[in-house]
């Protein structure tokens, strides 16, 4: 219980990508291989999330839609050393609260699915069905019950394009995992899940960026920096190509920002906004990831440390290019 007080509560749901990206987060904790997404209208009257994952087996389901009820965080201790991505318990109880789910689920070890609908915290339907291994949720008519929240929702596309940023980073964090993505029943995104970033960069930004990188791998012990920095000559007019994860987040940090822009103006002697895709890893104990709910800011308590690190490391990707 004190583990779950210290957890502190956030609204998890704002628009349609808070759902995808929880829902997607699930499916990678539950190791998934295979993600499709597929939505309408922006994701406001339709998500279909479809895993090949662990599953959910028939006596778990109806804690998973829980408030406060999460498989993988046991004592407090855990709370420090957090591997997977979603631990407040928080997601699947929420979307819930404010939207019509339906949830089929099949472990492997069990040998049929349960069918689950919940409809604005009520359920519906708890029923044996037939269906392959993983779990697929299908969300219709977001905030169909709270229509002052729903006048908040802006355009499809537009909900559509927040939806598209939260895969993309999540594919480029997740090379391993192959996410296909459809709007509209038009294939936007389809990466191949082989484990390959360059191949994951490749499919998202095409051919020019993919031929045009630089690898990036670093360590002085307090810092590591591994993946792709764009050549010089590509640097784009904003800070948009900018991705980088931490310890397998997807953040934004004005330290790391300007680490990484620094060396590249000292490099080039001009200021431009490069293309870079990193996965930093530091000791879990000089970050802060609580600072936000939905965990994208992040603090640093030694940020020199951080600044310095970042900087050697995508200095010495960009000298190594003569090579
Ligand atoms: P959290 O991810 O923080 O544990 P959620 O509300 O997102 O909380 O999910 C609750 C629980 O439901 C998870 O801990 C997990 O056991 C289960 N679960 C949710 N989605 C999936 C999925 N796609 N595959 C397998 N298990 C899942
Ligand atoms: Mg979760």
Excluded: C, W
Aim: aromatic residues 8%; without cysteine.
């Amino acid at each position: 219980q004190l583990t779950i007080d210290k957890i502190a509560a956030g609204e998890v749901v704002e628009r349609p990508a808070s759902i995808v990206k929880e829902l997607l987060e699930n499916a990678i904790d539950a190791n998934a291989s295979s993600i499709i997404v597929e939505i309408n209208d922006g994701g406001i009257s339709y998500i279909r999330i479809a895993d090949n994952g662990e599953g959910i087996s028939r006596e778990d389901v109806r804690k998973a839609f829980l408030r406060h009820s999460t498989s993988k965080i046991r004592t407090e201790a855990d709370l420090n050393s957090i591997s997977s991505l979603g631990f407040r318990g928080e997601a699947l109880s929420s979307i819930s609260a404010v939207s019509q789910v339906e949830m089929v689920s099949k472990p492997k070890t069990q040998d049929f699915a349960i069918r689950y609908q919940i409809h604005g915290g009520v359920e519906v339907d708890f029923s044996e069905t037939g269906a392959p291994n993983g779990t697929t949720f299908e969300i219709r008519q977001i905030f169909y019950n709270t229509p002052a929240r729903r006048k908040f929702l802006k355009t499809a596309m537009t909900e559509a394009g927040h939806i598209s940023e939260v895969i993309s980073r999540l594919a480029l964090s997740h090379p391993e995992v192959s996410f296909h993505f459809l709007n509209n029943n038009q294939t936007k995104l389809h990466t191949a899940g082989n484990g390959n970033l360059k191949d994951t960069i490749y499919h998202m930004y095409g051919r020019e960026i993919a031929t045009n990188l630089l690898p990036v791998s670093f360590d002085n012990g307090r810092i590591s920096i591994s993946g792709f920095a764009g050549k010089p000559e590509i640097t784009k007019g904003n800070r948009s190509y900018e991705t980088f994860f931490l310890n397998g987040r997807y953040i934004k940090n004005h330290i790391i920002s300007k680490a990484i822009e620094d060396a590249y103006k000292d490099f080039t002697m001009l200021h431009r906004f490069p293309f870079v895709v990193l996965n930093i890893e530091v000791n879990k104990e000089a970050v802060d990831v609580n600072v936000h709910p939905t965990k994208m800011e992040v603090r640093f308590s030694n940020s020199s440390e951080i600044y310095d690190g970042i900087y050697e490391g995508i200095s010495t990707a960009l000298h190594e290019k003569e090579l």
